[in-house]
């Protein structure tokens, strides 16, 4: 039997409005069938953000912490209730090198960009309302 889950990802960065090294990033999940010893579904959750690279930025974390809070689907409009924190490390990190010169894409030669994957395994029970994972990271001076 297929499961569907609807999983809601929301990814806030917040950063202080003179700093600029986060550009952005996306988180995605695979689902890795049903752990036996629990019957909890199993999921890779893989956070990749993007930063530049140059000047006096802050760096990569080693870990991202990301809340997990299950969608109440008789009030799916009232607040999201936390269930656990799950740790995200950072699995790779490295320099992303610009399109050659003649290429359709516009962008600055001069920008170094890093990109940064987090990765975690974990477990779910399953959940008509599926879930919110949320991953916040603040900027410091």
Same mark, same amino acid.
Not at 55 to 63: E, I, K, N, R, V
């Given at each position: 039997?297929?499961?569907?889950?609807?999983?809601?990802?929301?990814?806030?960065?917040?950063?202080?409005?003179? !700093? #600029?090294?986060?550009?952005?990033? +996306?988180?995605?999940?695979?689902?890795n069938?049903? =752990? %036996?010893?629990?019957? *909890? &579904?199993?999921?890779?959750?893989?956070?990749?953000?993007?930063?530049?690279?140059?000047? !006096? #930025?802050?760096?990569?974390?080693? +870990?991202?912490?990301?809340?997990?809070?299950?969608? =109440? %689907?008789?009030?799916? *409009? &009232?607040?999201?209730?936390?269930?656990?924190?799950?740790?995200?490390?950072?699995?790779?990190?490295?320099?992303?090198?610009?399109?050659?010169?003649?290429?359709?894409?516009?962008?600055?030669?001069?920008?170094?960009?890093?990109?940064?994957?987090?990765?975690?395994?974990?477990?779910l029970?399953p959940?008509?309302?599926?879930?919110?994972?949320?991953?916040?990271?603040?900027?410091?001076?």
């Open positions: 039997m297929q499961k569907i889950f609807c999983f809601l990802v929301f990814l806030f960065l917040f950063v202080e409005t003179h !700093a #600029t090294h986060l550009m952005g990033g +996306s988180m995605t999940y695979t689902y069938g049903v =752990d %036996v010893a629990t019957g *909890n &579904d199993k999921f890779k959750i893989s956070l990749i953000i993007y930063r530049y690279c140059e000047g !006096a #930025t802050a760096p990569l974390d080693a +870990s991202l912490q990301m809340g997990v809070y299950p969608q =109440d %689907v008789n009030a799916p *409009n &009232d607040d999201k209730i936390w269930q656990e924190t799950v740790v995200l490390n950072l699995t790779s990190q490295q320099i992303i090198e610009p399109p050659a010169i003649g290429s359709t894409c516009n962008f600055t030669a001069n920008v170094c960009v890093e990109k940064g994957v987090f990765e975690a395994d974990i477990l029970a959940s008509a309302g599926g879930y919110h994972l949320a991953v916040e990271r603040c900027s410091q001076r």
